[in-house]
């Protein structure tokens, strides 16, 4: 049965308080309540045990009694019967304070505190989560990048229904960001799979979106040119980006693009970009996307001299940087890739030293290209070694090579009948021209 207990907390936490501010009768203060709490919580009077629970935390704080504080909270969330509500209340109220204690130390024991009395309680999982989050930031800024991708991993935010959706996606940016950091490229990306991009949908949410991107950037850069050019592609969508932004925005993702291998997405994606009416104002790298979507030739010495004092200002292509004379030689694969492609859409066989020559590489090199581009399935090629001649031959399907296979017996079938036909007529003929003679 209900009692309730609401006259007794207004006659007893003014009495309370006034008894704390004696530091000798400060403990006797908090027994007094501690009565009260006992006889609402035994009445399963909720509302007054937040008010007790809420009011001897007040009373330590306003004390400056750090240690009544941590042992009041873990005393209190012990009781027996406790309410949860009355624990959550009490919680929440203990977080404001995290902003306005006077030294780190006071700040992380009643952090630790916390994090006890919410530990496995899934009605405070959100409380857990933000000072989980508190105790990364302040291992992070000490120094300690371990510990506080330790703490951050231990949240698993995706699973709490009752933290808002914006708060999980801030939380998981935060993990993914400290295992970055730590270059732990694998944690990070199954991190960002539990992000689903439609969320970014949402223009108030461009903030999150654009460093949710520019996470991805980082972690894709060096391993998925593709998935970069993506990502810049997404970024230059944001409205809040000025004109400036959105010109380098288009000009890596075009660059990006080309960098990435050949097939039928990046293909694709090229001539979407090319029909991207910001990039036809930037003319320089308009230039190079018509280029590589042409069917002609790119001469590679003409290219450089071309373009290659501007990519090199660029941060893709700083030759400071050992990742950017790697984006330079790639670059270089491309345009022999490219070069190879055309090749074989003009060409049936021409010499490996002609080719070589269209190339402008040595033969050796050329053949180690040939042999990349067929083992990835981009051309179909046989080279002759003995006369040093290169086929282009199309690639089949397997049911084209069954049906020529098909077709073929069928041919060799009629072939043989043909001839037995022909040699049994030659038998009778001789047959008869014995028996007349």
């Known amino acids: 049965m209900e009692v309730d207990y609401s006259s007794a907390c207004d006659e007893k936490i003014p009495v309370a308080k006034e008894l704390a501010k004696n530091e000798k009768t400060f403990h006797e203060a908090i027994d007094v309540l501690l009565q009260v709490e006992k006889d609402a919580r035994m009445g399963s009077d909720l509302a007054s045990t937040i008010r007790i629970l809420i009011a001897i935390v007040e009373i330590c704080y306003e ?11 873990v005393v209190l969330s012990r009781k027996r019967s406790q309410f949860k509500e009355a624990i959550s209340k009490m919680v929440q109220h203990c977080l404001l304070y995290l902003t306005v204690l006077p030294d780190l130390e006071t700040k992380l024991r009643l952090i630790d505190t ?3 009395v919410t530990e ?5 999982e959100v409380e857990r989560a933000r ?4 105790l990364a930031k302040i291992k992070e800024d000490g120094g300690d990048l371990d510990a506080a991708t330790a703490l951050m991993a231990e949240l698993h935010v995706e699973t709490y229904g009752t933290m808002e959706k914006r708060e999980k996606i801030e939380l998981i940016l935060e993990q993914m960001r400290l295992f970055i950091l730590k270059h732990d490229f694998d944690k990070a990306q199954i991190l960002a799979k539990k992000i689903s991009v439609k969320f970014f949908d949402d223009p108030q949410q461009e903030e999150l979106k654009l460093k949710y991107y520019k996470l991805k950037i980082t972690m894709d850069k060096d391993s998925s040119f593709l998935e970069t050019s993506r990502h810049y592609q997404a970024l230059f969508n944001c409205l809040t980006l000025d004109e400036h932004k959105k010109n380098e925005l288009i000009m890596n993702a075009v660059m990006y693009c080309v960098l990435a291998p050949y097939y039928n997405e990046q293909h694709n994606m090229m001539h979407i970009l090319s029909e991207n009416l910001k990039l036809k104002e930037i003319t320089l790298f308009n230039n190079i996307l018509q280029l590589f979507t042409s069917k002609e ?3 590679y010495n003409g290219f450089e001299k071309g373009y290659g004092c501007e990519l090199l200002k ?3 292509f700083d030759q400071r940087k050992a990742v950017g004379v790697k984006h330079w ?3 270089k694969s491309r345009i022999i890739e490219h070069n190879i492609r055309i090749i074989s859409y003009y060409y049936t066989r021409i010499y490996l030293g002609r080719m070589s020559e269209l190339l402008n590489i040595s033969k050796r090199r050329c053949e180690d290209y040939i042999t990349k581009l067929v083992s990835s399935g981009t051309v179909s090629i046989k080279i002759d070694r003995p006369s040093d001649i290169v086929y282009f031959t199309k690639k089949k399907q397997p049911s084209d090579v069954l049906n020529d296979w098909s077709k073929s017996v069928d041919q060799f079938m009629k072939l043989v009948n043909h001839t ?3 040699i049994n007529k030659e038998q009778c003929l001789n047959n008869v021209l014995n028996e007349s003679s």
């Open 420 to 422: 037995a036909h022909l």
């Open 63 to 73: 004390h400056g009694n750090w240690n009544a504080l941590n042992e009041y909270i």
């Open 314 to 316: 660029t941060a893709i």
């Open 120 to 124: 496995g309680k899934i009605y405070v």
């Open 329 to 331: 030689r790639e670059l």
């Open 131 to 134: 000072l989980t989050r508190m």
């Open 297 to 299: 030739l790119i001469d």
């Open 114 to 116: 916390l994090r006890l």
